[in-house]
């Protein structure tokens, strides 16, 4: 069995987990109050194990593709070493699909069998008619391994479930901000900055072959960097001053005064500098600066650990305040009569 499709799917999953990190950290606050760390290793698991079937179905995607015959005698593969050992790895596939059903190996079985029959099927078929002849080997000793390897997988199940995932009662109370949750808020919003930079990049593509101009560092700089951070201000702007990172953990920024000039120094400090950074690198050296970005990122993490309630540096030069967004407001005191 080849490892090039598992390493794609590799690839693929965490850059899906990259762009759906931030809605799936604001659903889990909102939904459960905080971010369950066993729920989010048990999706990634799954959204793993999910595009790694695809990818073993489907790549390579054949150009010329020429016909196989199926295989319909059951137990052939034990004839020989090759076939053995495709069994084996055939089995191993599906184990950590009956594991993450978290159901019992009867089930597991079900849900394998059914999973590796659409499988093979969709090999005999040629992608379902899409190709004029099938592309893999349809083999019904795969489909016999694959359910073995789920009900293995179920057998190990109830082990999955000793993972924390549960969360506290309550979800609408206001939870203490802690550093981690600081944290996640900031990688949440570095990870906006980073899909809102692809998604520039490309439409800048778009535009640059449209027009026909040619490119250059400075327009490449913008697009990935300077246009991205522009936006997550106009977002801050019409939130009252918190990042997008900051909603999606239930966090909110208070300023005592001129909220909009304190959102400005915050931004500037913080993901805005960061991205005029990595920008001016780009234009001048035609890259980003890794090494910069990690230290830029490491001095606000010690920041938000090392200072009064995690407010961090962007908090000191701004002077907002970050309290749980689920905090009630503070009656305005009356002005004692004389």
Known sequence: MSVLPGSFAVLVATGLAAV??????????????????????????????????????????????????????????????????????????????GALLRRGPAAAALVGGAV???????????????????????????????????????????????????????????????????????????????????????GAEVVLWLTGAEPDTWWEASALWFAPAVVLLGAMLLSGGSSLGQHAVCLRARAPTRPTAAA???????????????????????????????LWCAVHACGVMHTRDHRGITGLVSGLEVIDARRRQRAPTAARST
Request: hydrophobic fraction near 50%; charged fraction near 15%; proline fraction near 8%.
């Open 116 to 202: 590796s029959a659409v499988v093979e099927l969709t090999q005999l078929t040629g992608m379902w008619f899409l190709l004029p002849c099938p592309h893999r080997v349809f083999d019904v000793d795969d489909v016999l391994a694959n359910t073995a390897g789920a009900a293995l997988g179920g057998v190990f199940g109830p082990l999955l479930r000793r993972v924390p995932t549960t969360a506290r009662d309550r979800p609408a109370e206001p939870r203490p901000v802690s550093a981690p949750r600081r944290l996640l808020g900031m990688s949440c919003d570095l990870l906006l900055l980073w899909w809102l930079g692809v998604a520039c990049a490309r």
């Open 20 to 97: 759906l990190f931030a809605p799936f950290v604001a659903a889990e606050h909102r939904r459960h109050g905080e971010l369950r760390v066993g729920v989010a290793l048990l999706r990634f698991a799954v959204l793993l194990y999910a595009v790694a079937l695809a990818c073993y179905v489907l790549l390579p995607f054949p150009g010329s593709p020429a016909c196989y015959e199926p295989q319909w005698q059951p137990f052939a593969a034990f004839r020989s070493t090759a076939g053995l050992e495709q069994f084996a790895c055939n089995i191993a596939l599906f184990v950590p699909l």
């Open 264 to 294: 400005l120094l915050r931004w500037a400090s913080g993901i805005g500098g960061f991205a005029a950074a990595q920008g001016m690198c780009t234009a001048v050296l035609g890259e980003a600066d890794a090494t910069l970005g990690v």
